[in-house]
């Protein structure tokens, strides 16, 4: 099966999401309806087989029409050349299968809201006429907010009705260690096979293990239908004894000996995780193998059979039967007389309870509520778009409904808006990315950060493509503003060699073609340039320079003029000092640059000029505009640090910490946005 391949002109397969011994699924998508799908595709040997066909399609047709929250949906069943295959809910979670592969036991909790869930499913399917067959934790999904698909009803009944024998294809070694006795043996099936299976289930989550198993298929077969039900040891699994003893009954190799409907188990379920101490029903096996022992009966008195015995014994407790039914109807007559007489109801003694309305309210609040009007809850789950999370959206029975106390009320509770898989945007122009995320009813907000590529194009998307996110969530779209400018340096008076070095620190190019021969310049230095120093240009341009190549003897000094030193390139404590030594007095302003951090990028007067002794030399420095990392130097060491990324020190304070009087800390701390030329704590280790 290729993938890309295209089914009925709708339904498009991605890619494979798992393979079984009936089919291949994959992960797809309906075209028409613009939703995720799941699309399973049947093997060959079931394909090729006319009879299996038709029974698959009944089945699937009959699947379809099952529509509960804790079944998975089948959309549609369909035919392609020689390739049959079925359109299913695609759930976005693990199997109970791949659950147990990587947990082996799940808390008795968890366990008990998984069977209920599965047993919850199971009688509705069961009132609608269809068994499942096959119940198994691989047809087991679990979504991201822990709510239980039963999947492959159709499937699994085709496969059962097309090969009940053990050896033939289609009951694989996955499924026979889930079959009840009665499906071994390749008897009718009922709604207690599906039951036994859960049973299966059930125990394997509790222990870890599964209760039958063996070298071949029908080993497994022959201890389900023979060998006795293995007992759950409660203290060692620490498993209630309620629970342990529903895991036996459903265990029971005769069907009448188990529970009688799906809806009975859940309520035993239910029942099992209030009181886990108290088992409802007795521990039993009931294998062909070992006999069932007699039922307890009252010691006899004689030798007479026990029917006589028990007619005789139970004489007066029946005639005192038959008082009491007498003062009832004598009761009851008395009560429609009144009735009649004086119009009022009947009373009906507490039997019945009317039941709240609980719709709206916070789930812990409601199932509270519902506790108090004297019902018990069950807590299912559904995406809404206009009901709060965790509120109730419906419930049933209906609000005003009259029921027996203790009865069974159903909650259903809102996980909020739908969750939808997000999409890739990166590479997107901002625009057309905030469009397709705003159709998908997100919420998208824009920051932008300097970066390589083109101006406007989407670099990230946070949370990350492909997370399932709420509908109405905020979308973070990281969009780039193209590369960071840089201040344009003055390269005037530098040499060629130096400024080229500078020029390739900030990413720009220099085209020193242009030649020229100016007076009193040194040779090889940059005589002019075409963009004004200090102005903001892009990374990558081209900057053109005059290149002075050669210089007529310059005329000495003037009296009490000095020249001005080349320090552009250099750092900042040997720039300060070279202008100092020559005579001038040295005034700094700073530029927040990436690059050439604690360097002078700026000269003005540039280097070689000749002024007055004294003149104040201007250099601009690049600075990172944040608090440098000084831990481990000495003070003075700290100061340059500090001085190179354009602070002073504030203050020093002194801590016992750290040692020999080294710099532990700032205040602000290290990485700090701070404007140049503010000033800086120092934490030194030591006493002032």
């Not at 339904?11 to 079984?20: A, I, M, Q, S, V």
């Not at 659950?99 to 366990?111: F, G, K, M, Q, S």
């Not at 040779?523 to 005059?546: E, F, H, L």
């Amino acid at each position: 099966m290729i993938e890309q391949q295209v089914f009925n002109n709708r339904y498009k397969l991605d890619r494979t999401l798992g393979e079984g011994g009936m089919a291949r699924v994959y992960l797809g998508v309906d075209t028409l309806l613009r939703r995720r799908v799941a699309i399973k595709v049947l093997r060959e040997q079931y394909a090729a087989d006319e009879d299996f066909v038709q029974r698959f399609y009944q089945e699937a047709e009959s699947a379809a029409k099952l529509s509960h929250p804790n079944i998975v949906n089948t959309y549609d069943v369909g035919r392609e050349g020689n390739v049959y295959y079925i359109v299913m809910e695609w759930v976005d979670g693990p199997s109970l299968a791949e659950l147990l592969a990587t947990d082996e036991r799940l808390p008795e909790p968890v366990a008990i809201d998984y069977a209920v869930q599965i047993c919850t499913g199971l009688a509705y399917a069961h009132r609608q006429g269809l068994l499942h067959r096959d119940i198994k934790p691989a047809n087991i999904l679990i979504t991201k907010d822990d709510v239980v698909k039963i999947s492959d009803f159709g499937i699994a009944r085709a496969v059962s009705q097309h090969t009940m024998a053990l050896t033939k294809p289609g009951l694989v070694m996955g499924s026979i260690y889930y079959v009840s006795p009665e499906q071994a043996q390749g008897h009718e099936l009922h709604e207690a096979s599906d039951l036994y299976s859960v049973g299966v289930v059930l125990y394997q989550m509790l222990t870890g293990s599964l209760p039958y198993t063996g070298e071949s298929p029908v080993t497994v077969a022959l201890k389900h239908i023979a060998d006795p039900v293995p007992a759950i040891d409660t203290a060692k699994l620490n498993v209630s004894p309620a629970l342990a003893a529903i895991v036996n009954k459903l265990l029971q190799k005769a069907p009448e000996h188990r529970f009688g409907s799906a809806s009975e188990v859940a309520s035993a379920l239910r029942e099992a995780r209030e009181r886990p101490s108290v088992p409802a029903y007795r521990i039993q096996d009931d294998a062909p193998a070992r006999a069932m022992p007699p039922p307890d009966l009252p010691p006899r008195r004689s030798k007479m059979p026990d029917r006589l015995y028990r007619e005789e014994e139970y004489e007066q407790p029946r005639r005192a039967f038959a008082n009491v039914a007498m003062l009832a109807v004598a009761l009851a007559a008395a009560i429609a007389i009144g009735f009649w007489i004086f119009g009022r109801p009947l009373p009906d003694f507490g039997a019945t309870i009317t039941v709240g309305n609980y719709v709206g309210e916070a789930d812990a609040a409601a199932e509270q509520q519902a506790i108090n009007d004297g019902l018990r809850t069950q807590i299912l789950h559904s995406t809404s778009n206009t009901v709060p999370l965790a509120h109730v959206i419906r419930q049933n029975p209906a609000p005003g409904t009259k029921v027996a106390k203790n009865s069974i009320v159903e909650l259903i509770v809102s996980n909020g808006l739908p969750t939808l898989g997000l999409r890739d945007v990166r590479g997107f122009d901002a625009a057309d990315a905030t469009r397709i995320l705003e159709d998908d009813k997100f919420r998208v907000r824009i920051v932008q950060k300097y970066d390589v590529s083109p101006k406007d194009n989407v670099i990230d998307e946070r949370p990350a493509a492909g997370s399932r996110v709420r509908q109405g969530s905020w979308i973070t779209l990281v969009v780039s503003k193209g590369p960071q400018p840089v201040v344009m340096p003055n390269f005037v008076g530098m040499t060629v060699d130096h400024a080229n070095a500078l020029a390739a620190r900030l990413g720009i190019t220099l085209d020193t073609s242009q030649q020229v021969v100016i007076p009193g310049q040194p040779p090889n230095t940059i005589a002019s340039q075409d963009a004004a120093a200090g102005s903001s240009i892009k990374p990558g341009v081209t900057v053109r320079v005059a290149v002075n190549v050669a210089s007529p003897a310059a005329p000495a000094p003037s009296a009490g003029a000095e020249v001005v030193p080349q320090v552009i390139g250099e750092p900042y404590a040997t720039a300060y000092a070279a202008l100092q030594q020559a005579g001038f007095a040295v005034y700094v302003q700073w530029s927040i640059q990436s690059t050439a951090n604690g360097t002078v990028i700026g000269e003005n007067p540039s280097g070689g000029a000749q002024i007055a002794s004294g003149s104040q030399v201007t250099i601009t420095l690049s600075v990172p505009g944040e608090v440098p990392d000084t831990e481990g130097m000495t003070v003075d060491q700290a100061r340059t640090a500090l001085y190179s990324a354009g602070y002073s020190i504030m203050s020093i304070t002194y801590t016992p910490q750290g040692a020999n009087g080294a710099v532990v800390g700032t205040r602000p701390m290290v990485g700090t946005s701070l404007p140049p030329g503010s000033g800086v704590t120092l934490i030194v280790n030591g006493s002032p």
